[in-house]
């Protein structure tokens, strides 16, 4: 189970940016899924919002428990214990023998020849598949109120939201896509002008700012 860290991502200053990043990167798993069965990923068995609200796959809810969880949430407020109320993921957990994660294995690993070319052999296939499928427009993937995959958040980076958490205004409302990567290019550029007018260490002096 994975939770988004509220003062890490500008929860406070940005209401529902945990929603945000915890549906996003459920859209994105849902996409790939779908989209790019070569694509090794943990599988993603559900997730829920700050609302209270819960998703899964309906593969996971047979009819006869899906009638049953339809039933408790409908008891479980009046019997005093409300729902978790923190947006959370729920993901495959990859056991150790079948692999490490690269974060464990990378600082030893990235000297041997063989593995880094392994490494890379294999993120170039991935990036590969990824780009196989044309997208109508940029942005980030996202599940609706109905749980339905659509392509209509704002392109969610970490930057971004770390710069909300400042608070440095990024100027990118939730909704916003681009039909052409010179509009991306020139929001991008505008929200990092941004941090530079409002962020007091952003830069030292103006040859480190000309840099």
């Not at 209401?15 to 790939?32: R, Y």
């Not at 039933?71 to 993921?89: E, F, I």
């Not at 974060?103 to 993120?123: A, C, I, P, Q, Y």
Request: net charge neutral; aromatic share 8%.
């Amino acid at each position: 189970m994975r939770f988004p860290l509220p003062y890490g991502i500008g929860e406070d200053p940005h209401s529902s940016n945990s929603d945000e990043n915890v549906l996003c990167e459920a859209g994105t798993h849902a996409w790939i899924e779908q989209n790019c069965a070569t694509v090794p990923i943990p599988r993603l068995c559900g997730l829920g919002l700050s609302n209270g609200r819960t998703f899964t796959l309906r593969d996971n809810l047979p009819t006869l428990i899906r009638a049953e969880e339809r039933l408790r949430r409908s008891v479980l407020p009046m019997s005093g214990y409300p729902p978790l109320g923190k947006p959370y993921l729920l993901i495959e957990y990859i056991d150790p023998s079948r692999g490490k994660s690269l974060s464990e294995t990378w600082k030893e690993g990235r000297h041997d020849t063989e593995l880094r070319s392994n490494f890379f052999h294999s993120l170039s296939r991935v990036i590969l598949a990824l780009a196989r499928t044309p997208l109508p427009k940029i942005g980030s993937f996202t599940l609706d109120g109905d749980g339905y995959l659509i392509l209509s958040n704002r392109l969610l980076t970490m930057q971004i939201q770390q710069l909300e958490n400042e608070p440095i205004p990024a100027g990118l409302p939730r909704n916003l896509t681009y039909a052409s990567v010179d509009a991306h290019i020139c929001d991008r550029l505008a929200f990092h002008e941004s941090r530079l007018r409002r962020q007091p260490n952003a830069i030292i002096d103006i040859p480190d700012g000309a840099y």
